[in-house]
């Protein structure tokens, strides 16, 4: 859709702030995904930034290149992000032809799996994306570059408690529509917040999940052990990081030798094994209530995730996904339509993610519920082929729903 589409509500003389162009994180993870040589883009990166002149874009470009390498790097790397917002706040990434809508993300310095990753949503689109970093010492949101629609991109996570909280004072009377603006549900969306909030629900199953603090987990499982197997993992980790299956008293003891976390979650574990042995893990978006498949990984092992499910080596397990995808909105989206109904109405957000898998009883169990979740068309086509439709289905419901909720805004 062309931005001659779209009347922006507010004048543009009341957003004189500019945006800092840049590559944006989605074509640099694309690049390294596909293997490529990122020499020559490091080295013209790093010649912007060691001009007369910083080019924030180049700068910001850079850090996430470096937060790409792990380890080290990455630390450095998230210096260097931080060295890019002091010096410009706002980037814009243009994609396609760069006259579609305008997208505002209010977003928080991090990595990939602090934000929303909208730079991946928009993929095949001539949407630009304009990233909007704030922090708790951010005094108003009075300065921005012109927009259609703004978007609540930052997600939950003990880092980010701060300023969510800072800005649900900010956009309090928001002139402008705000995608997933309901800040008090994205700060409650921890993984004992999202089980308390689906309790009881009808179609869904979450583990009752408490956090603790290392000092009680010691005390309390050594006296009153939680009935075992169970879960363990470090408040605020992702991937798996951390996470460990606690099968008796020296499982536990074994755990806190490795792991210094000083808050942990605990929850039972749920044997969710398929007829065939395996354990399959399905990543699924809601948007505005409407689910769209992401992936489905299948493992022997019971911690599943995409990267460590090797799916490229196991041609039935991809046949598996295969089938889930071409064939979701026919029967499993059918087959859990209350339990996606419930987790709208409970939920409540225009955009999140789930990671779930269906229990023998039918009911869908919910591991994880995110508005940050990875969500990308990056897996080779060749080996992934069913992949690219319906993630371009994904995309362009997310698109048009942000289209039509900045169109009903502007009347």
Known sequence: MQLASFVSPVPPAAWPMMAQ?????????????AGADLSSLTRDLVARVQGPMVDPGALLDLATLLM???????AEGATMQRHAIALQQSYQISHGSGLGLRILAFVTAGDFMANTPLDFLLHGSDAVLILHFVDTDMLSLSNL?????????IGESPDTAAIMHHMQGLLADWPTPIYNHSIPVIAKLSRDGVAQMLANA???YTPPTQALPRSALINTLMTTPIAAPYILRPLGTHAGAGMAQISNS??????????DAADVYTAPFIDYRGANGLYAKQRIVLIQGRPYPSHMASSPHWMVHYL?????NHPSRRT????????????????HATAFATLYDRIGLDYFGIDCAELPDGRLLVFEVDVAMIVHDMDCPQMFPYKQPAMRKLFAGFLSALENTAKNWAG
């Open 21 to 33: 162009p840049c590559i944006g994180y989605a074509a640099i993870v694309r690049q390294a995904y």
């Open 68 to 74: 790409l390498q792990g380890g080290d790097l990455a």
């Open 145 to 153: 570059p012109a927009h259609d629609i703004a978007f609540m991109a």
């Open 202 to 204: 009808p179609g869904v």
């Open 250 to 259: 020296a499982d536990l003891v074994n755990w806190l030798r490795r792991h």
């Open 308 to 312: 460590n499910a090797d799916m490229t």
């Open 320 to 335: 598996d996904e295969a089938a889930w995808m071409a064939g979701f909105d026919q029967d499993f989206a059918q087959r």
